[in-house]
């Protein structure tokens, strides 16, 4: 039998949502429950994915739709076109997921110029006839043919005008039809046919336009932010209209079963009389609270609180429902799990726990662990960010809202901050030496850089919100101003950052500080209940490590070492250590570093409690640590005792025309091996000193060679490592267990995993250089040509943001299979930027990882990702 592709509504059910989208399936859901919903039938989602494979509707699902027609013109009684018994319907879009307001919509579809006459004179309400017709043609002429909007609204607006009135529901049925006359006069100006009179067409040309939203560019937007495949495709609903402008006790709604911003459990809602759905949408007039109802039409308020009784308990979540009243009876046109804030979110799961309406276990189910982001940094006033137009677009880098001040360089905005001033930090891109200066900034903007950029990263580790990648933006760092949508913007003017959405808005947005719940804490409880995998983090300083256990961290993954020595008093030492001429100079500054460098360690051990801590060796670039500017330039010659010219001749002998695939990760310890035995000696003599002190901390050191590609390249490294520990473990006389792993960044380390394994007691997946290298992407500016790679439909997501599972993730299996056939106590984890994104989470949990490594702010949401892989995969 050929496929199905048209289900009326009495043929589906709740199950059916990636057939029939959430509206098709719920729709028929309580239509099966006996709930009083006007009949009709769904366009399957497999129909939309067909009509773009063939850029048409084609034939097949032209006869089931015609064979969907004649079985509603059955179930109602009433004919498209008829003269006596006409149908009218609404076609409207249904995703799988819900995706409010992305898509289109079209009512009273079926109307002409003879079908307004017979039913003005059949119902003897002409206004109400005349009113749906002009509706129609303004909303086909939008929706279908693309006629702005905004030319409907000003004739509208100048009829008002003409006839003295402010209200619509004002305006008679002449006025009405003189509209309606106006209306198809203008879209004949505008598209050059008469507007259509013929049902059958009105209605494929709407339900071509609903498939065609599925791929508008608020939709294609709203889909990456939600991991929506574009492959799901939208349903389209047909269903018979109810009329909520047929009288005065006629009227449309929308009600959530509790409070979507609080998770309160309370009837929550409004409606307006005399409306139709979109009228509540575009703010014509204002509604009433849904509470007024009661007031308005009691039997039918009371209806409608049976009705959201059943549907809640029917769904075990809160519901959000539209409705419509026509001639005082109620009509459900939808139900959906309403949408809500993240603080709602906890409160709804947990009360329905406590109401004996689900498990703990689908309480964790049921929170997206992205939205928890919102909970634990600042977030903006809403009331004004909703009157704020958004200024510009770019990559949500790092979460949280911010709002101060601009500067242009690390030192301002270092003084700027010292004397009291917010400040947002601009750069065309950041490099460690920004590092104090970001700290100081409320937030950072880079004009370019992706999601694993050096702004990126750190910003996320330290928690500050943090938009990157605005190619927007025409900079001029050098005059300190920069012009973004038109506008210049210099040093102190005011700017306002959302590191979720990557909004960019002009001004300051006041932002509200982060509150962190008693539900909160009793989500991660049950999900820790159900988690395998276990969630470290990635921090370096002793500050966000403490942070990351406070929000639950089991450890450090990823220790980036590097970063420290960026501090101010380690700087000029490393510094030295990289212009000397010998080993023996070099030596001396490293010599300088080791007790800074083990401090360091100290601190990390002892903030983690116990938790394993794994210590990544020095990965960037030398070049990345040089001076750049004279004054420092001249101060390294000083103490060099060398002249301006020779320092600048070592810097320039660091360029590399490739450095991500330069001098770099453990090619540093082959040819400048003492840099790994000081970082070796300070991570042992740490571990001992802490041990001695806190002998219940129990520490036992992870050591992580980064960028291994070849088994006796990382042999040699790991030989050195191990050499230098056991020295220091011997003259110290204690007993110290350590591991030396190594991080799986290049495809050619996957590849020949078993060789690999044979010298590491770990791997830890390095997935942002590794999809670096297996896309031959630079992580740094793959920003600027993957927009036109999502506008071209040839990527859906930033593979450095979410895993490509397809690629990387085979490369990770191959490794985590050939690393355990040659080492089965090897023990696996991912630090890499996917290590704190819920899908990519669920694919490592998959594969067998035994832990992710995630910046601190990541570490609830990977906790709770973590707890729903782990039950999915059990189903
Ligand atoms: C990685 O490459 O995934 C990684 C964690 O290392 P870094 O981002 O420091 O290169
Ligand atoms: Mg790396």
């Known amino acids: 039998m050929s496929k199905k592709y048209v289900y009326l509504f009495s043929e589906g059910n709740a199950s059916m949502r990636e057939l029939l989208g959430g509206k098709g399936a719920n729709l028929a859901e309580m239509t099966n429950i006996g709930l009083p919903v006007p009949q009709g039938f769904t366009i399957t989602t497999e129909a939309c994915t067909q009509y773009y494979e063939d850029g048409k509707i084609n034939d097949e699902i032209m006869n089931q739709i015609e064979e969907g027609i004649v079985k509603m013109e059955e179930i109602t009684g009433k004919k498209f076109g008829d003269l006596e018994n006409p149908l009218l319907v609404s076609v409207r879009s249904g995703a799988r997921a819900s995706m409010p307001g992305m898509m ?3 009512l009273n579809l079926g109307l002409n110029e003879e079908v307004v006459e017979v039913i003005a004179k059949k119902t003897g309400n002409e206004r109400w006839a005349r009113d749906c017709y002009r509706r129609f043609i303004q909303m086909y002429s939008d929706v279908v043919m693309e006629v702005g909007k905004k030319y409907f609204e000003a004739l509208i607006d100048k009829m008002k005008e003409e006839r003295g009135v402010t209200q619509d529901i004002e305006l008679t049925a002449g006025d009405l039809k003189e509209l309606a006359d106006q209306f198809k006069a203008e879209y004949k100006a505008k598209i050059g046919v008469d507007f259509p009179d013929d049902p059958k067409e009105q209605l494929y040309g709407a339900i071509k336009a609903v498939f065609r939203s599925w791929d508008n560019p608020r939709a294609n ?65 204002t509604p009433q609270p849904i509470s007024a109802l009661k007031d308005v039409m009691p039997e039918v308020f009371e209806q409608f609180e049976k009705v959201c009784s059943i549907l809640e308990n029917h769904y075990h979540d809160m519901q959000d429902m539209e409705f419509t009243i026509q001639d005082r009876k109620l009509y459900m046109l939808q139900t959906r799990n309403g949408k809500r804030t993240a603080k709602a979110a906890l409160k709804v799961a947990c009360d329905l726990v406590d109401e004996g309406m689900i498990t703990p276990k689908e309480a964790v189910l049921m929170i997206d662990p992205r939205n928890l982001d919102t909970l634990l940094h600042p977030t903006f006033d809403q009331k004004v960010l909703k009157e704020t137009p958004v200024l510009s677009k770019a990559l949500g880098a790092s979460p949280g809202a911010a709002a101060g001040k601009i500067v242009f360089t690390a030192e301002d905005a270092k003084e700027w901050a010292a004397r009291g001033e917010k400040v947002v930090l601009v750069r065309l891109e950041t490099s460690p030496e920004d590092i104090e200066g970001m700290k100081s900034a409320q937030g950072i903007l880079t004009v370019r850089g992706g999601m694993t950029s050096h702004a990126a990263v750190v910003a996320r580790g330290m928690g500050t919100c943090c938009v990157s990648g605005c190619g927007d933006i025409t900079m001029d760092e050098e005059n300190k101003r920069f012009t973004l949508k038109g506008k210049e913007y210099r040093e102190g003017d005011p700017i306002s950052l959302d590191g979720s959405t990557g909004n960019i808005y002009d001004g300051i947005i006041p932002t509200v500080d982060a509150t962190i719940g008693g539900e909160f804490g009793r989500i991660m409880a049950w999900a820790d209940e159900y988690r395998t995998m276990n969630v470290r983090t990635n921090a370096d300083t002793p500050k966000d490590a403490a942070k990351a256990i406070e929000l639950g961290a089991q450890g450090i993954g990823l220790c980036r070492t590097e970063h420290m020595f960026f501090e101010a008093d380690r700087i000029a030492a490393f510094r030295e250590m990289i212009c000397a001429d010998t080993l023996e100079e070099r030596e001396n500054a490293l010599d300088k570093i080791l007790p800074m460098q083990q401090k360091d360690f100290e601190g990390l051990f002892k903030a983690c409690k116990g938790y394993p801590v794994t210590i990544r060796f020095l990965d960037p670039p030398l070049h990345e640590f040089v001076p750049t500017e004279e004054e420092d330039i001249a101060l390294l010659a000083e103490s060099q005792r060398k002249t301006v010219e020779q320092i600048k001749a070592i810097i320039d002998s660091l360029h590399e025309f490739n450095p991500m695939m330069g001098h770099r990760g453990l090619r540093l310890a082959v040819t400048y091996p003492e840099i790994a035995k000081m970082q070796t000696r300070a991570v042992i003599r740490a571990a001992i000193k802490v041990n001695k002190e806190n002998p219940e901390l129990n520490i036992s050191p992870e050591i992580m060679i980064p960028l291994a590609g070849d088994a006796t390249e990382l042999k040699y490294v790991k030989d050195i490592v191990v050499a230098v520990a056991d020295e220091e473990i011997k003259n110290a006389g204690v007993k110290l267990d350590y591991e030396v792993g190594t ?52 990527f859906e997501q930033d593979p450095f943001a979410k895993l490509d599972q397809i690629g990387v993730g085979k490369l990770m299996k191959i490794a985590i299979q050939l690393g355990k056939e040659s080492n089965p106590n090897l023990h696996l984890g991912i630090c890499g930027e996917h290590g704190g994104d819920p899908t990519s989470i669920e694919f490592c949990n998959k594969i067998g990882l035994d832990y992710v490594s995630c910046s601190p702010y990541r570490v609830p949401i990977a906790r709770l990702a973590a707890a729903q892989a782990a039950i999915k995969q059990t189903k």
């Open 104 to 106: 289109d919509t079209i």
């Open 221 to 285: 937007v709203y889909r990456r932010d939600n991991d929506i495949p574009f492959s799901w495709g939208t349903a389209v609903n047909v269903q018979e209209m109810a009329f909520g402008n047929w009288s005065d006790e006629s009227g449309t709604g929308v009600a959530f079963t509790r409070d979507p911003a609080t998770g309160e459990k309370k009837l929550m809602g409004e409606f307006l009389i005399n409306a139709q759905g979109e009228d509540v949408v575009a703010g014509v007039r």
């Open 743 to 794: 991080m799986i960044e290049i495809p050619r380390a996957a590849l020949t995993a078993d060789d690999i394994a044979k010298n590491a007691d770990f791997f830890c997946f390095g997935t942002n250089d590794l999809t670096q290298m297996t896309y031959g992407f630079s992580r740094d500016d793959a920003g600027k040509f993957l927009n036109a790679y999502y506008d071209r439909k040839i």
